[in-house]
């Protein structure tokens, strides 16, 4: 139990990571992490979901015919992100409206169906529940690491508008790291989306590298060199 | 006397036109009269631009190879990364602060090529990527020009400039809008929307006998250039004419039908930077297409878009995008020009014929 706990950690946060690795959900991961709090928002949202329908998906696994099992699990996605959507319609009407069509596209978010597939729709409903948890962790972090990257890079700030999740309160918590900052629009436009995944992946396929491939190797890469 | 080696390329055993170092100082002596006039006309600002383009270029590429282990030294010397700083700069307005040009040309090389695998690999042109790069960024510091003079009068003297660069502001406390002024395209952009017709436009300051005053003389000595690389074979005819006739023919046929409401076609050919692109942008050879009609089509594509930017766009100047839009078009030109193989039939597009 322990070993599937360790090993689910590691595979939701890293290795099996859905936004770096397996690469899915892409859309809502490009399209709305332009701010910390979008990208929290929009993190959340997903890893409720996720925690839910596989639960669910577990628990009902023995009663779903193999045909139509697909179908199923999209309609039980498709029910819990209709209760996140309202709920935030009701707690977080400006990150509602902020956020836009992007809460009901979590549907369609190949990350959820692909878990409540390959693992939770074969594994009792503890390990579900904590696969779904690792796995919105994963997914939200690198949300959030895109949203801040892009943010800082845009506007020199970060956590701007953060009363739109933590009420009044929040905007005490917003940061100008950058005083004085001009702004480099790219940044929070589409083409900065991509080019900031594209670092992130960088960065982690360069720390798996280091990883993998210790010291001597890569000075035996090198004598090729002249001189 | 040695017997020079006999080296035998791939058919149809034709010598290239040269290395590619040869091919870049031929490139960057062609783009000196344009150059010279642009400073003469737009002020010390260009020649800034330039210098600090280049500056931030070298490092640039050295650290880029430098991390993908490539050697150093024949990348570094065969100037392909000046002329692509060089490049952009002279597309840049000639008042910019310092981090523009260094920016862009940062964006253009590190993003531009180096990412997609170095010189020979990048499917966007470098210049243009740092330019449209900026131009999408700051887009109220990328349309700000200085008014064109010849002589010390008009523009900012080489101390003013120096400082503007530098510091982002004027001596003196001078506003910079006290000083800017719209490009020639620009005002036509905006006298048709105040319903003026290009006739009376034409009669505001700013416009010369051909063209935008200064912009004329600008794009004819790239034109002077750029028939000079024609000329010793650097670049191929193909695609400057491509562009050229994309620009012109459009303009040509709506002056006709409408000379109030379209631009004429030399003004087009002689404004912004459409000769500039034509010759030394257009033609980079890595990114544009290689086969002799995909060039055509590509130049006629980049001409086209450029009109129809520039016409009906949001931008005052359209070969930016004309250009990326094109480079993105490449491989299926590449594709459905392929040539005829000697004593083969036809090749179609889907018949996979390579060799």
């Known amino acids: ?227 | 006397m040695t017997v020079p080696a006999f080296r035998m390329a791939g058919p149809p055993h034709i010598a290239p036109s040269g290395s590619v170092p040869a091919i870049m100082r031929s490139v960057l002596l062609a783009l000196i009269p344009g150059t010279l006039a642009m400073i003469l006309i737009f002020g010390w600002g260009v020649l800034i631009n330039v210098l600090i383009a280049v500056a931030v270029a070298l490092p640039c590429e050295a650290l880029m190879l430098r991390l993908r282990n490539r050697p150093m030294e024949p990348f570094l010397q065969d100037g392909s990364a000046v002329v692509t700083a060089v490049l952009l700069a002279l597309a840049l307005p000639p008042l910019t602060p310092w981090w523009m040009p260094a920016v862009g040309v940062a964006l253009a090389l590190v993003l531009g090529k180096h990412l997609y695998g170095g010189l020979g690999f990048n499917p966007f042109n470098p210049a243009m990527v740092g330019y449209a790069a900026l131009l999408v960024s700051f887009p109220g510091q990328m349309t700000v020009w200085l008014p064109p003079t010849i002589g010390p009068s008009g523009s900012l003297g080489l101390m003013d400039s120096l400082h503007y660069a530098l510091s982002g502001s004027l001596r003196g406390g001078l506003e910079l809008d006290a000083l800017t002024q719209a490009t020639p395209l620009d005002q036509i952009r905006t006298g048709l929307g105040l319903e003026l017709t290009v006739g009376e436009i034409r009669t505001e300051p700013g416009f010369g006998l051909l063209a935008g005053a200064g912009w004329q003389w600008v794009n004819l000595l790239f034109l002077a250039g750029g028939a000079w690389l024609m000329h010793r074979r650097v670049i191929a005819w193909q695609i400057p004419m491509g562009v050229l006739l994309g620009l012109a023919v459009p303009a040509l046929v709506f002056w006709t039908a409408n000379p109030d409401q379209y631009a004429p076609p030399l003004l087009h050919l002689l404004s912004g930077g459409a000769m500039l692109a034509a010759f030394f942008i257009a033609t980079d050879p890595v990114s544009a297409a290689t086969t002799p009609r995909g060039r055509f089509c590509f130049g006629v594509g980049i001409g086209v878009l450029t009109w129809v930017i520039r016409t009906w766009g949001g931008y005052p100047d359209g070969i930016a995008f004309g250009v990326l839009l094109m480079n993105m078009a490449v491989p299926l030109i590449d594709r459905y020009t392929r040539p005829r193989i000697h004593g083969r039939g036809k090749p179609g597009p889907g018949t996979g014929e390579r060799s």
């Open chain 1, 1 to 227: 139990m322990t070993e599937a706990v360790v090993r689910l950690t590691r595979e939701g946060l890293w290795t099996n990571n859905p936004g770096l690795v397996q690469l899915l959900g892409l859309c809502p991961l490009l399209a709305v992490s332009n701010s910390v709090i979008n990208a929290l928002g929009l993190g959340l949202a997903t890893l409720l979901v996720l925690v839910l329908s596989n639960t669910t998906v577990s628990l009902i696994r023995h009663g779903v015919r193999r045909e139509i099992r697909i179908p199923v699990f999209v309609l039980v996605i498709a029910s819990f992100v209709t209760v996140v959507e309202l709920s935030m319609n009701a707690w977080f009407h400006e990150l509602y409206l902020v956020l836009g069509i992007f809460i009901p596209l979590i549907v369609t978010n190949c990350a959820i169906l692909g878990r409540a597939e390959a693992y939770a729709s074969r594994n009792p409903p503890g390990l579900a529940a904590f696969d779904g948890l690792m796995m919105g962790l994963g997914f939200a972090g690198v949300l959030l690491a895109l949203g801040a990257f892009r943010e800082l890079l845009a506007q020199g700030t970060l956590l701007n508008q953060a009363e739109l999740m933590f009420g009044p309160a929040g905007e005490a918590l917003q940061l100008t790291v950058l005083p004085g900052y001009d702004g480099f629009l790219l940044a929070a436009l589409p083409p900065g989306a991509f080019i900031g995944l594209g670092l992130l992946l960088a960065l982690k396929n360069l720390l798996d590298q280091r990883r993998a491939q210790p010291r001597p190797i890569l000075k035996a890469a090198r004598p090729g060199q002249p001189g």
